[in-house]
């Protein structure tokens, strides 16, 4: 089972939040997860990032793969160091 570290869509219409989930990569975006590892919210300025910090790097030890947009989180709040872009 690949695991993968996602956003999935919450709230209202016009008024998104997302919570960061671990989850099978099969499952569908909004379907089945194994655990919360925070929550982003970017309808309030500036936007607000909640992540449990010890839950992430431990799915992230046993080998879970983050999205483009999970993996800009985990920058933005440290917990994933910047890779040079180029040769």
Known sequence: MAVTIRLTRMGAKKKPF??????DKESPRDGRFLEILG????MKEPAEITIDKEKVTQWLEKGAIPSESAKSLLKKEGLLKATPTGS
């Open 18 to 23: 997302y919570r960061l989930i671990a989850t």
């Open 39 to 42: 929550h982003y919210n970017p």
